[in-house]
């Protein structure tokens, strides 16, 4: 079975804290994902990597950053957190083989207070 | 660009039911069309996937769904509801390369004894 596991299920954060959520996945996948979910918004891309140590921008990037210096792992970074990043981060990987589908850890619930 | 809308955010059934639980797409491209549950506090889990090969597609727990290209359309239903199919259900879309994904909105099913 495909796995994909994500360093913590719930977290909370001050404002202006740096904060770093961490995905791991063991199926050797080539692509990894991060989204946000929030009601009535589905989920929103952040930011996606198709390769070790390459990067690309989503539809909401602005106040994160990213890392994949090893293939199985990616991480987000918010470098200064702040409440409107109180979220359901879900973190994802997938093959580059057309339309395969991606598979989802279980999500991280981060609150800033 | 492509855009996926999931009509209705929440819908109630009664168990034993017809699940109807509707998405309509729009793609300048044929599409590669998704079908995510999302249970209490875990991540997205693949119920079913279109890619072109059958227009009727079956899932997992029950599910299928049908494509029509003439109505943009790509409806999940099941013949009669559980208890445990309460959950979130998205619609998704590829979207450019890497098999980026464009979700829907969400629809939240309840299912009620």
């Known amino acids: 079975d495909v796995k994909v596991t994500q360093s913590s299920r719930y977290l909370v954060k001050r404002t202006g804290e740096k904060v770093f959520l961490e995905c791991v996945q063991d199926?050797?996948?080539?692509?990894m994902f991060w989204y946000r979910q929030d009601p009535g918004l589905g989920l929103r891309l952040i930011y996606f990597?198709?390769?070790?140590?390459?990067?690309e921008k989503g539809d909401i990037p602005e106040g994160y950053s990213v890392s994949r210096e090893k293939k199985e792992r990616f991480s987000l970074i918010l470098e200064s957190a702040s409440t409107n990043q109180t979220s359901m981060y879900l973190c994802?990987?997938?093959?580059?083989?057309?339309?395969?589908?991606?598979?989802f850890g279980p999500g991280t619930r981060l609150t800033v207070t | 660009a492509q855009s996926v809308t999931q009509l209705g955010s929440h819908v109630s059934v009664s168990e034993g039911a017809l699940v109807l639980l509707r998405c309509n797409y729009s793609?300048?491209?044929?599409?590669?069309l998704f079908w995510y549950v999302q249970y209490p506090n875990q991540g997205l889990q693949l119920l079913l996937k279109?890619?072109?090969?059958?227009?009727l597609v079956k899932g997992i727990n029950g599910f299928e769904a049908e494509f029509k290209k003439s109505e943009t359309s790509f409806h999940l239903t099941k013949p009669s509801a559980h208890m445990s199919d309460a959950a979130e259900y998205f619609c998704?879309?590829?979207?450019?390369?890497?098999?980026?994904?464009?979700f829907g909105a969400g629809t939240r099913l309840a299912v009620h004894p």
């Open positions: 994802a990987s997938s093959y580059t083989t057309e339309f395969y589908e991606q598979y």
């Open positions: 199926m050797d996948h080539e692509n």
């Open positions: 990597s198709y390769d070790v140590k390459m990067k």
């Open positions: 793609s300048s491209v044929p599409p590669y």
């Open positions: 279109y890619t072109s090969a059958a227009t």
């Open positions: 998704a879309v590829v979207s450019g390369g890497y098999n980026k994904l464009i």
